[in-house]
């Protein structure tokens, strides 16, 4: 999988890796930290959350022009690091509840600008380095491995930020309990009718609390809980600095790559590199490409739920404890362990696989094995978790299938039945699909978001964890047939002069998505939970059903 690649597509995957990293890391605990320290409501929360994303997705195209016409990618790429980093300084800084709202604004803003200068970039950078015919018929591939930089980064994330949450709450000798963001705050605006029942709750943080200080509580967790989400936000300053110091640091490694078509025009000694389209071919290009722009709408649409409605029904409809055993899934110490374990059994007794291959495999078996035990033995019998945590799962599965996914690609290729790349963007909608039909199935009987007034549900309208687990495992399978495909599909098709400004495209239809994540979150407190993802179901199959509509045109426009 790694084999043969040129060195810069590693620089940028570890580049990447770091950014994505702060990146997940905020936003694994962004709707509820609106919600906490704001009082806001999920649509209110759900729609500052798309408004950001929005930004986030919509700036490349800007970026794209900049590298494009102006700046070259390299130094596109290096100013959006610096800006990102100004943004995640403005976010960690500190204020008392209903306090700073500007200030988190202003720093959503910069951090949105400073994305768009460098995703789409460092993107359209990976895909020069496979304009190299000795590189081109690796390009879906690089892709990939690029597509597991970016979901490692974001597979640590919420336990990143859980980590640091749980550790700021402990200094305030309080613990985090789902319940009492939406509890404290009805209480402050006098909304709350059982402030007994809210008593009872505050009694297990501080059995010192009585009705009369139940107000000086309230504020205490609410501000204890505000600060430790912005220390989480600072993890992605730190992780920035590394971004930087790679990208600046291997240079020489994709310098080759860092050449828009109007600087190569302007060098002598790239002149003979500069690819001319003819209008027609150049239209037939841009045409294609916005027509997969418009179906991707929708996969972004239903994928960045993951962040605003899954993590409401995680915090609010799932269970917010499991046992020793579905603990793995949850604590990334025990479950990568196991993964690496299964990964060295593989080696080992893989035919193909060299002696010194089969006793490094046979060493991280047992090694990893042994880790995976000890840490299973050390768990109580009961394990809490914050809900950003089912957010990990996505870019586990990202980086456990990718090799699956690209084997199974790879083992078609040979025998000639490989789907193109639309097609693969086409199967990967009705995946989708699928993955929201489980959500449809947990949903049934349960009681509405609006008859619960916006409340976690009781103990006995809770569901199992596996409900969202298996949900997440169907949409990472989508997204692996859907996402670095379409990348590289970008890569390949988008005409030589618009690389930088068609990788914006691809980020601008996933702005249109997260516009649309916003939609759906106002739907929350609005219809039957089972309707609310039903929506998703419907919208991916007919999106998917005119994918296939327009399969023959992207098809040939592709093998041009």
């Known amino acids: 999988m790694f084999k043969g690649h040129p060195k810069g597509l590693f620089v940028a995957f570890f580049a990447n890796m770091g950014e994505r990293f702060g990146f997940y890391t905020m936003i694994s605990i962004f709707v509820l930290f609106m919600q906490a320290k704001y009082g806001m409501s999920a649509a209110a929360a759900g729609f500052m959350y798309s408004t950001f994303m929005v930004g986030v997705y919509i700036f ?10 102006f700046l070259g990618y390299g130094k596109t790429i290096n100013l959006g690091i610096i800006v990102m980093f100004l943004g995640y300084a403005l976010l960690t800084l500190p204020t008392q509840m209903e306090t700073g709202f500007a200030l988190i604004v202003t720093a959503l803003a910069v951090i949105a600008l400073g994305t768009g200068l460098f995703k789409g970039n460092l993107q359209a950078l990976v895909g020069n380095l496979y304009d190299d015919p000795k590189y ?3 390009r879906d591939r690089a892709f990939s491995v690029f597509y597991m930089g970016i979901n490692i980064g974001a597979m640590f994330a919420p336990t990143a930020s859980e980590a640091v949450s749980n550790w700021i709450l402990s200094k305030s000798h309080l613990i985090y309990d789902a319940r009492i963001p939406a509890l404290a705050n009805d209480f402050l605006k006098g909304k709350l009718a059982d402030a007994a029942g809210y008593l009872g709750i505050a009694r297990i943080q501080d059995p010192a609390v009585t009705m009369d200080t139940l107000r000086g509580f309230s504020e205490t967790y609410i501000n204890a809980l505000s600060k430790s989400y912005h220390f989480g936000f600072g993890v992605a300053c730190a992780a920035l600095i590394v971004s930087m110091l790679i990208f600046w640091g291997f240079r020489k490694h994709y310098k080759a790559a860092d050449m ?6 302007k060098s002598a000694a790239h002149k003979d590199q500069v690819v001319e389209l003819t209008p027609q071919q150049t239209r037939e290009r841009l045409v294609a490409l916005g027509l997969v722009f418009f179906v991707v709408i929708f996969f972004w649409m239903a994928f960045h739920q993951s962040a605003v409605t899954m993590t409401y029904f995680a915090r609010d409809y799932t269970v917010p404890s499991v046992g020793k055993t579905t603990n793995l899934w949850f604590d990334l110490t025990g479950l990568l362990p196991i993964f690496l374990a299964i990964v060295g059994l593989i080696f080992l007794i893989k035919k193909s696989s060299g002696k010194i291959a089969r006793l490094i495999g046979g060493a991280a078996f047992l090694g990893f ?9 050390g768990y109580p019998a009961v394990n809490p978790f914050m809900p950003q945590r089912f957010q990990h799962f996505n870019p586990f599965f990202i980086v456990a299938l990718t090799p699956l996914v690209i084997g199974l690609f790879a083992w078609l290729n040979k025998r000639g039945k490989e789907p193109s790349a639309p097609r693969k963007i086409g199967y990967g909608m009705i995946i989708t699909a699928g993955a929201y039909t489980i959500l449809v199935l947990a949903s049934l009987g349960l009681p509405s978001p609006k008859s619960l007034g916006g409340l976690v549900a009781p103990a006995a309208s809770q569901v199992s964890v596996y409900w969202l687990i ?10 692996l047939f859907l996402s670095p495909i379409g990348i590289s599909f970008v890569s390949r098709v988008a005409p030589p002069k618009y690389k930088g400004l068609m990788q914006g495209g691809w980020f601008a239809a996933t702005a249109l998505g997260n516009n649309l994540v916003g939609v759906i979150a106002w739907f929350w407190m609005r219809v039957p939970l089972w309707a ?3 929506i998703l179901v419907t919208c991916c199959l007919l999106s998917a059903a005119f994918m296939f509509s327009i399969m023959k045109k992207l098809e040939r426009v592709s093998k041009i």
């Not at 490349?60 to 016409?69: I, Q, V, Y």
Request: glycine residues 10%.
């Open 60 to 69: 490349p195209l800007l970026g794209g022009f900049l590298a494009d016409r």
């Open 136 to 138: 081109s018929g690796m």
């Open 260 to 265: 828009t078509e109007i600087q190569k025009k």
């Open 369 to 377: 094995g042994v880790l995976a035990f000890l840490r299973f033995n």
């Open 470 to 479: 298996s949900t997440y495992f169907m949409v990472t399978i989508a997204e």
């Open 532 to 534: 609310l993802w039903m």
